[in-house]
């Protein structure tokens, strides 16, 4: 058996500060696999990434041996390093958009990985790389700048990037969670087949079981579990892997708690939207958000609306909130109202730790709300707050910790606790789970389906279909501004079947 | 107060106390020490410093330049009066009028910015054309042009440097302010039906308000700087009232045969210019919460 092209013996990484982030890994890449490293967020896959690629602050001491091609770059220099970078060892990082200059074009960055090595670019290579990933007409398109280009498409264009010189490893860091899931399932295949071997580091087990020849999991700094892809997924041996898996299917299957499925045509609706149009000014030329669209949610249902990015979700969602008000049609709130009785609508956030004033210890936030009609002392908010976290299964948490102390999970139950202390007939959720982990975003999706059974309604935004088929009583899907009819989710399900 | 608080912690490992208040935080921060050390000395000197020195006006011709010694600790000027007498007595001018055009530069700045950033609109127009209107002109020549129309005087001087200091503040205060109004708890708390005066004061204003201080503070070097250059140019405090920037003024006129006469007023600019610097910091440093 050939030495492997990668090979980390006993690697750890402490923070002069912190915890030890990464506790005495090992791990082997071969030459022309694809190792898939999987672990939730805060467990060290970046820290990893960093290692291997020397993006380490200084003052961070790092122990134990990182072989690459039979050589150990653990603690070689940035100039021994910048040779190895791009020939030997290629990069794709996780946001395309953060990995590029946006005054620059997107040739321009393609062509940093000649110009880094000092050697000019051949002609045509760059076209006919990026033809070969499914990108055509490209010798225009290479003008624009990065932010012309959707994001699967600059996610490519990184690719080909790191993988000109055919370096003999690639690391992509989760490069497809800032994408949405119908995309990202395309980029890995295409980062995979530009790649000789390629280590992949993810949080999502099941959208990297596809592409992987094997599965290392990580948790806490250590590997618990390494093997072949398909015995990892269907026979795993560690706890911590069927966890993963566990909370990796919650998301995606449908499968519902027994008793859990609403009438709708039986309760009132808490808003509805008929036809309405919003258009945003942009320099002189104007941009149709929304297109005549149409929405109703009824009390006590999870209205899901998909799209893609861009497609005019979010509008809708301030359309239903009442903070945005669309130029024609009409929205109608329960009881007649053309505008939303205050607190009636609440928001979740995609940011859950922006969503709270990072001033303000918790107990302050959340019982924010509740201060609208009358005064409350400070003991009886105190309170409040103690009884509302414990709703959203916090109860131990300190309530006079302020966000910045919580984790993003944390804050976006603390979030749900505002939300709920206004006592509100809707609340409005966008992208509630898109910054979290697998894990964490299982837990948050259980809550929201908990709450809706006190006859809550909500309307969730999410470019995650199988987060939506799961939780959703119905679903409404957007495109170009508009909307089409609301499905169920079985009946999604079967038409996918039919077809 | 924590009485109806349940047992602290909930991440079992990593549980952190709760934030301390501002003032304790910064007591434990060495720069604010210091600082507030020197401003202390500074503030007991103007304060008590003329029971020590008597006469910083008083006149003594046989007496002129003379050099530092157990009668005249600083030495005498070219009309022979006590140097440390007059360097204690400017410190009361100096860092009195400093004190005033920072309160009312800070109170003016951060109260036009919010309001501009937060009602936005027509008002928030004419006031950011007036505000890069001001920060367009150099801040001194403005302030001599002011003191030029009005004549010189005390009262005036500290007019001029109002004038031309609240722009800057008010500038970080609107910029703040804007990005607030659009943030996602803001949001959350107009859902909710929060009147918006008191979104204003709860979310928006601590915040530009640190924001603000923290500029303003910084700013005081500047306004020291600026009186004494202002006074050195003879259009500040008239003579004979002592004044750091006058003194210093006078001291050039024999700096070949007195060099000592800058020591009284250069030191004192020194030492207040870095006591505001080093609170200035401080309050950066300990205002962030992302470092609790």
Known sequence: ?499 | MTAVVPAAGGVPGVDVAPPAGLLRTLSRHWGFRVGALLAVMLAALAVIGPLLAHGPNVTDYANQLASPGAQHWLGTDGAGRDEFARTVAGARTTLGAAVVVFALTTVIGITVGTAAGFLGGIFDAWVSRLIDLLLGLPSLVLALAVVGVLGPGFSHLILAMTLTGWAGLAKVSRSYTIGARQRPDVTAARMAGIRTARIFTGHVLPGAAVQALIAATLGLSDTILGLAGLSFLGLGVQPPAAEWGSMLNDSQLYDTVAPWLVIGPGLGIIVAVTAATLISDALRDCTDPSRA
């Open chain 1, 1 to 499: 058996m050939t030495a492997p092209l990668l090979q980390i013996r006993g690697l750890a990484v402490r923070y002069s500060s912190g915890p030890v982030v990464l506790d005495g890994l090992d791990l082997d890449v071969q030459a022309g696999e694809c190792l898939a490293l999987v672990g939730e967020s805060g467990c060290g896959k970046t820290t990893l990434a960093r290692a291997v690629l020397g993006l380490l602050p200084r003052h961070v001491a790092v122990a134990g041996t990182i072989e690459l091609l039979g050589s150990d770059i653990s603690h070689a220099s940035a100039k021994s390093r910048r040779a190895l970078l791009g020939k030997h060892l290629g990069y794709v990082a996780q946001d395309p958009y953060a990995a590029c200059d946006p005054i620059r074009t997107v040739r321009h960055h393609i062509e940093e990985a000649w110009r880094a090595h000092g050697t000019a670019v051949p002609p045509g290579v760059i076209e006919q790389r990026m033809s070969g990933l499914g990108i055509g007409a490209a010798e225009t398109r290479l003008r624009d700048r990065p932010h012309q280009w959707s994001g699967g498409m600059l996610q490519r264009a990184s690719i080909t990037a790191a993988t000109v010189h055919d370096p003999a490893l690639v690391l992509a860091d989760e490069p497809a969670s800032a994408l949405d899931a119908e995309l990202a399932d395309g980029v890995l295949h295409a980062v995979r087949r530009a790649s000789r071997s390629l280590l992949l580091i993810s949080h999502d087990l099941r959208l990297v079981e596809n592409h992987a020849d094997r599965i290392a999991v990580l948790r806490d700094g250590r590997i618990v579990e390494t093997g072949r892809t398909g015995s990892i997924t269907t026979a795993p041996q560690h706890e911590h892997t069927s966890q993963l898996l566990t909370a990796a299917d919650s998301i995606r299957s449908a499968a519902r708690p027994a008793g859990d499925s609403h009438r709708p045509s039986a309760t009132p609706a808490v808003v509805t939207i008929d036809r309405v149009s919003v258009t945003y000014r942009s320099g002189t030329s104007t941009i149709p958000a929304l297109r005549d669209a149409s929405l109703t949610v009824p009390a006590g249902e999870i209205v899901g609306i998909a799209g893609p990015s861009g497609s005019g979700k979010s509008t809708l969602l301030r359309i239903a909130s009442g903070i945005e008000h669309p130029e024609s049609g009409t929205v109608t709130f329960a009881g007649g109202h053309a505008s939303a009785p205050r607190g009636y609508v609440m928001p979740v956030f995609q940011d859950p730790v922006a969503s709270l004033d990072r001033r303000w210890p918790i107990w302050r936030s959340i019982t924010e709300p509740a201060t609208l009609n009358k005064r409350l002392s400070r003991p009886d908010r105190l309170q409040l707050a103690s009884e509302a976290l414990a709703r959203v299964r916090l109860g131990e948490l300190n309530p006079h910790r302020l966000p910045g102390q919580l984790s993003v999970g944390q804050c976006q139950r603390v979030a749900i606790a505002r939300a709920l202390i206004a006592r509100p007939a809707l609340i409005v959720a966008d992208e509630p789970t898109a910054s979290l982990d697998v894990t964490t975003a299982a837990e948050i999706v259980d809550l929201l389906r908990l709450t809706r059974q006190s006859g809550l309604a909500i309307a969730l935004v999410s470019h995650d279909e199988a987060l939506l088929a799961a939780v959703a009583d119905r679903i409404v899907r957007i495109r170009d501004g508009r909307t089409a009819p609301a499905q169920r989710p079985d009946d999604i399900a079967a038409d996918g079947a039919d077809s």
